[in-house]
């Protein structure tokens, strides 16, 4: 279920941003779940274990997931 509020999802960008300059050097291309409330966040290749990793430590939460360095996570086409 997606919860997440406009404040939660403008707070996790806003963290991203601040990590940005740190994780696109050391992480580039994996997958970054921010919780907007802890601002913990949880890094991995496989999105999945990202969002994993992060349901893990925060049961019943939302979090915000992007791929690092990437304008978009996903991508779909009809």
Known sequence: MFNMSLRQIALA???YERL???VEKKYPN???AI???SKEYFID???AVAL???ADRFPGRDF???RIGAET???FSG
């Open 13 to 15: 960008k806003e963290e």
């Open 35 to 37: 919780d907007p409330i």
């Open 52 to 54: 994993k990793k992060a």
């Open 64 to 66: 915000y997931i992007t």
């Open 73 to 75: 996570a996903f991508s």
């Open 45 to 47: 290749p496989v999105s």
């Open 30 to 32: 994996q997958y970054i």
């Open 20 to 22: 940005r300059p740190t």
